[in-house]
């Protein structure tokens, strides 16, 4: 999988996706993106991808810049490099409570082991490439992620 070095010694924030594929796919996307060929495969990656039903793969090292936004910065320093990119298996039409839930304890976890406050864990693909991106859609940005921000 292609990464680089993060510009800063740990993430600083979350930038949440949806993959914009059917449910089911999840484990097939894993599997893909861990089979990665430089100058075959686009160079794409995300940190975590959480499934609908809950599973969580895993494709970059938290501590390891990831290629998931094509564009934007966040204080200075590239968004791929400062931040944990997690995509979420669907279309952004819906979120299965198994998928919230495992969203929770994520964002909990990767927020208490960096210190990630709530606004930092609370941004989406299209704030930095609203021409392209509309990821992960407004009913998680204004209805889910809220909740899973403030359960964190």
């Not at 996706?17 to 995300?46: F, N, P």
């Not at 290629?67 to 952004?92: M, T």
């Not at 909990?108 to 990821?135: K, L, N």
Request: hydrophobic residues 40%; charged residues 25%; glycine residues 8%.
């Amino acid at each position: 999988v292609r990464s680089s070095r993060l510009t800063v010694p740990e993430p600083t924030a979350i930038v949440w996706h949806y993959t914009a594929t059917d449910i089911g796919t999840a484990k097939s996307l894993a599997k893909r993106i861990r089979k990665y060929k430089s100058g075959v495969d686009r160079a794409a990656s995300w940190h975590l991808l959480i499934a609908a039903d809950g599973t969580i793969y895993q494709s970059v090292s938290l501590l390891r810049g990831a290629w998931h936004c094509r564009c934007g910065y966040l204080d200075g320093h590239r968004v791929n490099a400062c931040s944990i990119g997690i995509e979420l298996e669907g279309h952004g039409q819906s979120f299965p409570d198994a998928q919230v839930d495992a969203a929770a304890r994520v964002a909990r976890t990767v927020m208490d082991a960096y210190r990630i406050v709530p606004q930092r864990a609370s941004h989406g693909h299209a704030e930095f490439d609203p021409q392209r991106r509309a990821d992960p859609g407004k009913i998680w940005t204004e209805k889910i992620l809220p909740g899973v921000v403030r359960l964190a």
